[in-house]
């Protein structure tokens, strides 16, 4: 029986969020749901597209492993969201990993550059951690574990 090459691959989430209290709320809300990946988390947008093309601070970081979602502010340091997502469309390596707004923005614009640059999905964050906690629990259920992923962990090529 043939077996899937990305079985022994570790299946993380990288989350890009440069507010310490939203990171913190994530995490706690990826925990409370029993979300087991590993969670890299980084805090600006040069540091994400670093951490996803294993250059400067990452290159060490192994490029197979691909993380299998992005979880995508758009209000970031150095590089904004927006940004982030359309090198990640523009280049083979990465045009196929889900990626997830998670942002506080309510902006029309937002929204409609989101989805025009690539993204898969767009979630305000809500207000309270019992609402965030819910919202992480339909993001894990739908985008860990309904949701069919491209094969080689995201890469196109």
Known sequence: MPTDINEDKKKIILLVEDNPDDVEL??????????????????????????????????????EEVPVLVLLDLKLPKIDG???????????????????????????????????????????????FDSFSTAIQQLKVYWLLLNEAPPNGGSAG
């Open 82 to 128: 927006h940004e982030v997502l359309k090198r990640m469309r523009e280049d083979a390596r990465t045009k196929l990993i889900p990626v997830v707004i998670l942002t506080t923005s309510d902006e029309e614009q937002d929204l409609v550059k989101g989805y025009s640059n690539g993204a898969n999905s767009y979630i305000r964050k809500p207000v309270g």
């Open 26 to 63: 994530t995490l706690r809300g990826l925990k409370k749901n029993n979300v087991v990946n590993e969670i890299a988390v980084v805090e600006d947008g040069a540091e994400a597209l670093e951490y996803l093309f294993c250059t400067g601070a990452y290159a060490k970081r192994d490029p």
